[in-house]
């Protein structure tokens, strides 16, 4: 029977979006069913001119982009949207503009691409009645119940590319070289790239570091002949008894308070102990952008499949998930419920070490 879905891409954009798009638009036209693109997340509800037929013209090439075509946009709360009033901003409830207008649409489903933060929002709104499935989407590799989510190999590539790149300069200046990475509160792209580029010390959100510790460990360094020494340090990485460096404090003209300046903080207590020279290189939203590795396009080519094999059987309120090397399904609730942190006293932690990397602690 002919159907007519919807798709979205919400919160922080990543390499792999239009694979997810076009694995969507594909599995559906080949069922003859209609797609709807919906622009700049849940916002785009609100516009009419923003809902938009996909076909597979409109998809044609699309694959090794990065970014969404449909744009996207981490405001977009439809159940605490920011306006500004008299230069303040202010949240207000436009859930039911959202529904109506998605009822009015007469979708069949709707693909909720996102991060922990726009499939919380796919929740309530399912609670609410609109059938909605999910597809895991984040560089950080933060969501529960999938063993990846798509994005995050292509960023990991990125910090590791930065990290050849500095060690080489490092080594012939004699210099400590800081690369600050994405991760608000997930240290993966810290660690995988740190472990990929020999990194000689990694800094992540889920252990908070010592200084005195790091300083030794690049002085040993020091004392064995290794004058130089390469540090990542994921942006929500923290000082023991210190709290995260933030660049812009929640409510002014962001909803969410964001990071950054770590790499900067952390150098600048270093300086206080060594002599040698340090430097600091943020990567920041390179490692959002460009164009998706194939693991990338291959994972979120398939979870766009599933993601119509789960309106198929009415399997709403289920997000595709990677299980090994199979794609199945979870509950959305499931893969909200906390973060997925690394275990500092895990397996990926303890190989760490044992490479001789120092993990500030
Ligand atoms: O997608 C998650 C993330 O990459 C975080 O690691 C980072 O803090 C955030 O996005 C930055 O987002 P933006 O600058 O787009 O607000």
Avoid at 16 to 26: C, T
Avoid at 33 to 56: T, Y
Avoid at 285 to 290: S, T, V
């Amino acid at each position: 029977m002919s159907k007519r879905i919807a798709i979205l891409t919400g919160g922080g954009d990543c390499p792999g979006l239009n694979a997810v798009i076009r694995g969507v638009v594909k599995a559906a036209t080949g069922r003859g069913w209609e797609v709807i693109g919906i622009e700049d997340g849940f916002d785009g509800f609100l516009h009419p001119e923003k809902c938009r037929p996909l076909g597979i013209e409109e998809v044609r090439g699309i694959l090794p982009r990065g970014g969404t075509i449909l744009g996207t946009t981490n405001r977009g709360n439809p159940f605490s949207f920011p306006i500004m009033r008299e230069g303040k901003l202010e949240t207000v409830d436009v859930s039911d503009e959202v529904i109506s207008r998605i009822d009015h649409l007469g979708l069949a489903g709707l693909v909720v691409v996102g991060g922990d933060g726009s499939l919380k929002i796919a929740l309530e709104l399912m609670r609410r009645g609109v059938p909605i499935v999910g597809v895991p989407k984040t560089i950080d590799n933060d969501l529960l119940e999938t063993d990846v989510t798509f994005g995050y190999n292509t960023a990991v590539e990125t910090a590791t590319d930065a990290l050849d790149k500095l060690h080489s300069t490092a080594e012939s200046h004699h210099r400590v070289m800081v690369l600050e990475v994405m991760g608000r509160y997930a240290g993966w792209i810290a660690l995988e790239s740190g472990m990929a580029g020999g990194a000689d010390v990694i800094l992540i959100p889920e252990i908070p570091y010592d200084i005195e510790k790091v300083y030794a460990a690049i002085t040993a360094r020091c004392k064995r002949g290794r004058r130089f020494s390469v540090v990542v340090v994921a942006e929500g990485a923290l000082p023991k008894g210190g709290g995260r460096v933030v660049k812009e404090a929640a409510g002014g003209r962001s909803v969410v308070e964001r990071l950054g300046g770590v790499g900067e903080a952390f150098s600048n207590e270093l300086k206080g102990f060594l002599e040698m020279d340090i430097r600091v290189t943020v990567l920041g939203h390179l490692q959002r952008g460009g164009s998706p590795s194939t693991f990338d396009r291959c994972l979120g080519s398939r979870f766009g499949v599933k993601a119509v094999e789960l309106i198929e059987t009415g399997a709403f309120g289920q997000m595709a998930c990677l299980k090994g090397r199979h794609i199945t399904s979870v509950a959305i609730e499931d893969a909200v419920r906390s973060l997925n942190l690394i275990d500092p006293a895990g397996e990926l932690v303890r190989h760490a070490e044992a490479l001789g990397i120092m993990l500030g602690r």
